[in-house]
Structures are given as structure tokens and as C-alpha cells.
């Protein structure tokens, strides 16, 4: 079973940026897309970004796009997602998520594969 680890996470000023990683390892990724959610306390699991593994095309939420990028590089099964502008309320633990069974890749349910999660805390 492949695993996904991500890594980049971390305490930043307002304004600033960070790339979060994820990287796969133990098998053969398969899947139709990657993506990041994330999940403030309190709140839902929410989508972030998505990229189809094949033609690279990319999805964001609409209250993020402008700020946030996500990229991949194939073959290094590498995901990346550089944030910049950060902002208080972008605070949350980002989780990269894989094996999508669909292309209905803004909602968690299309993805089997999760990483452990990686904190994001933006200072004001």
C-alpha cells in the first residue's frame, strides 16, 4: 500500500509563504488525481488543491486560488503546494490525499490514500 507523507509545515508571519511536499512511497501510485485538504479545529475536513497525475490539470477552491500553486513531479511521486500570502485563517493541518477513484476530487470521500498531516499556523 502506498504511503504519503508530507512534510514543509510550520509557523509564519501573515503574508508569508510555505511549500508543503508529499511524497509517496511503498508501491506504485495509481491514481486520477492528487490533493491537499486541510481541517482547521472545529471545522470540516476542506479542499484545497487537486492535479490530475496524467495531463497535470489543477482544481482549487475558489476562496484560495491566486495564492496557492500545487505541482507535481511524476518521477519522484512528488506533490507540492506552495502557499503564499498567507493569512490567520489559513491555519490548519494540511493533509495530502491520493488513490482517487473518481474525478470528483473536492471531496475527501474520492481518496483512499492519506497522509498523517502537516501543520500550518499563521501568525498575525
Known amino acids: 500500500q502506498v504511503h504519503l507523507v508530507e512534510s514543509g509545515g510550520g509557523l509564519v508571519q501573515a503574508g508569508g509563504s510555505l511549500r508543503l511536499s508529499c511524497a509517496a512511497s511503498?508501491?506504485?501510485?495509481?491514481?486520477?488525481?492528487m490533493a491537499w485538504f486541510r481541517q482547521a479545529p472545529g471545522k470540516e475536513r476542506e479542499f484545497v488543491a487537486a492535479?490530475?497525475?496524467?495531463?497535470?490539470?489543477?482544481v482549487y477552491a475558489n476562496s484560495l486560488k491566486g495564492r496557492f500553486t500545487i505541482s507535481k513531479d511524476n518521477a519522484k511521486s512528488l506533490v507540492y503546494l506552495q502557499m503564499n500570502s498567507l493569512e490567520p485563517d489559513d491555519t490548519a493541518v494540511y493533509y495530502c490525499?491520493?488513490?482517487?477513484?473518481?474525478?470528483?476530487?473536492?471531496?475527501?470521500?474520492?481518496?483512499?490514500?492519506w497522509g498523517q498531516g502537516t501543520q500550518v499556523t499563521v501568525s498575525s
Open positions: 511503498g508501491g506504485t501510485l495509481t491514481t486520477y488525481a
Open positions: 490525499s491520493g488513490g482517487a477513484t473518481s474525478s470528483r476530487v473536492t471531496v475527501p470521500e474520492t481518496f483512499t490514500s
Open positions: 492535479i490530475t497525475w496524467g495531463r497535470g490539470s489543477t
